[in-house]
């Protein structure tokens, strides 16, 4: 049992140190790369910013994925930032952790929802705090 144990851990720490390092910008925006639907990301007539801002520091150094009406819009990390332009109406955000082989299953997920008023502009601050994940609309 201990010896199962012990391999266990050692391919996980094998597969954790084969794991690529996190591109960032200089600016603290989320790489292109890591950006899934691009067009939401463009300013246009008629359209009302939503930023999402992710806290850095010890708890907030893992990748979440930030999502917009349950699909996947971006990976964000602890100190980036995101503006999305998006047409009046309802939505849902929702972050949680990306899935990878070292995660647990069952992750803590939080949500926000905003209704976009035409010419709106909205800040969602994204924290790991000890009891969780949170999303919270930032007065404005």
């Not at 266990?8 to 200089?26: F, K, N, Q």
Request: aromatic share 4%.
């Amino acid at each position: 049992m201990i010896k199962a144990l012990a391999a266990s851990l050692s391919i996980a720490l094998a597969l954790a140190a084969c794991a690529s390092p996190v591109e960032r910008t200089a600016s603290g925006e989320i790489p292109a790369a890591r950006i899934y639907i691009k067009s939401m990301t463009q300013q246009d007539a008629g359209l009302s910013q939503v930023e999402f801002k992710r806290t850095g520091g010890l708890l907030n150094n893992e990748m979440l994925e930030l999502a917009i009406n349950d699909v996947v819009l971006a990976q964000i990390t602890g100190g980036e930032h995101l503006s999305i332009w998006l047409k009046p109406g309802r939505y849902d955000f929702s972050v949680k952790p990306v899935h990878t082989l070292s995660t647990p299953a069952a992750t803590s997920q939080d949500r926000q929802s905003v209704e976009v008023q035409q010419g709106g502009s909205y800040k969602i601050q994204i924290s790991t705090e000890m009891r969780g994940l949170k999303m919270s609309l930032v007065k404005q």
